[in-house]
């Protein structure tokens, strides 16, 4: 049996009673940390635009949701929109070796083909395992076979496939032609050429590899064929045959900051050297960040759109150092012109340190040394990012992560009948988490 012959098994045999429980419970915690995420990011500009865009040129079957416009589309629009929308505060979560963020990339498609065919919390919660378990191996599987580090859309369009795949019971022909058809589509970002210069797009290309995937699912069920994936390839796919023994959604991160995931060691340290101190940003006269070249690529000029806010190291470094937190409401433009966070990002530099570049992307870490007025010395030590899964947060941490978020978005009973769904939605109907999101 090959890669590809092992995936699909994988895909198709995979029901909820075979899921640990403490895998399921992390499968479900992902669930309400992607939902989080959509409802924060559902009105940024770049969603209305695809939106807008999508209704115009991609009319179809009204079959899925649109999160938080009250208004339907067919699923591969809805997965093109709704993977923008998950990802637009870049505060979704990540996975260390593959350098982007599996669950944005596969929860747009499985929302929208389980709001089409009716699925339930039990047929969902199966199809979002795979699409992870899968989207991951894709990843580290293409990121070897190509050579240069590409976006989250890539290997995201494979998971994608995958779970489209389990939710339409497609046959075994079918989903391997669907992996195939996903991969040879899917969008292959240069990314660190897409973080120097953050735009709407590529935007790790997360939205399109989710359309990619969706659309490949629905391709491969009317015949449609696609040459295999590369998780057939032998010499890089020894993990695809640890699929149902080992779980890899166990290794994400989470993040606490709508920034990208380089940067948040940064805003640790300096919070941490800040407090520890009680230190003012007023009494600041340099801060130095050693850290990762993949952080010092980032934009470090002052924004002038939501991208460029978050996929940035100098300006959530200052505005944590001067408010004290990093949340969604400092990518509105209204912080972007600020005096005191302007002259602030001036005294903050950024700079590559060889040790910590050699543990990564196991690891993501940083330096933060602050000096003041007074030329008084402060550092806050190595400072590893604050989420991972050997330095986590807690289940109540990502909890009020979610209520922080949505306190404006949804009421306060609202919120905590969402989390109690989440929690057991193996008793729960896609429609009862879709009213939460349109």
């Known amino acids: 049996m090959d890669g590809n012959e092992y995936a699909v098994k994988f895909i198709q045999t995979l029901k909820m009673r075979d899921i640990p429980a403490k895998i399921l419970k992390q499968v479900k ?47 591969a629009a809805a997965s093109l929109i709704n993977g923008f929308i998950v990802n637009a505060l870049d505060i979704d979560d990540g996975y260390r070796k593959v350098k982007g963020h599996p669950g944005a990339a596969v929860f747009p498609t499985i929302l929208a083909v389980s709001e089409k065919i009716g699925a339930t919390g039990k047929q969902f919660l199966e199809a979002l395992t795979i699409g992870y378990e899968i989207g991951i191996r894709a990843g580290e599987i293409l990121h070897s076979h190509y050579g240069f580090y590409h976006g989250s859309g890539s290997w995201g369009a494979i998971g994608s496939a995958a779970g489209a795949a389990k939710l339409l019971d497609l046959s075994e022909w079918e989903t391997k032609n669907a992996l195939g058809i996903a991969e040879a589509y899917a969008p292959l970002i240069p990314e660190i050429r897409a973080v120097e210069y953050p735009a709407m797009a590529p935007k790790d290309g997360i939205a ?14 009317k015949g449609f064929t696609g040459s295999p994936s590369l998780l057939g390839d032998s010499k890089r796919n020894k993990d695809v045959f640890s699929l149902g023994k080992e779980y890899k959604i166990m290794n994400l991160y989470f993040k606490r900051y709508p920034c990208c995931r380089w940067a948040h060691p940064a805003i640790d340290g300096v919070l941490k050297a800040m407090e520890k101190e009680n230190l003012t940003y007023k009494e600041i006269s ?24 978050e996929y940035n190291i100098v300006y959530p470094v200052a505005v944590a150092a001067i408010y004290r937190e990093f949340t969604p409401k400092y990518l509105e433009e209204r912080y972007f012109d600020n005096k005191e966070l302007l002259q602030l990002m001036k005294k903050i530099s950024i700079i590559v340190d060889p040790k910590i570049q050699k543990r990564f992307p196991e690891q993501c870490m940083a330096k933060v040394e602050i000096i003041t007025n007074q030329r008084k010395n402060y550092h806050s030590g190595l400072i590893p990012a604050k989420g991972d899964f050997d330095n986590p947060l807690s289940e109540e941490e990502l909890e009020d992560k979610f209520i922080d978020i949505t306190e404006n978005i949804l009421s306060q009973k609202q919120i905590h009948t969402l989390i109690g769904i989440v929690k057991n939605f193996e008793d729960y109907h896609i429609k009862d988490l879709i009213k939460f999101l349109k």
Do not use: H, Q
């Open 29 to 75: 915690i992902c669930l309400l940390d992607l939902a989080g995420a959509s409802l924060a990011g559902a009105k940024v500009k770049g969603a209305k635009i695809l939106s807008d865009f999508s209704s115009r040129e991609m009319r179809g079957l009204r079959e899925a949701t649109i999160i938080r416009a009250n208004k339907k589309i067919s699923c």
């Open 208 to 221: 399109w590899g989710a359309m990619v995937g969706t659309s490949a699912a629905f391709l491969a069920e």
């Open 286 to 309: 340099r801060i130095s960040i050693k850290t990762i070249s993949e952080a010092v690529s980032l934009y470090s000029t002052p924004p002038t759109s939501l991208e460029n806010a």
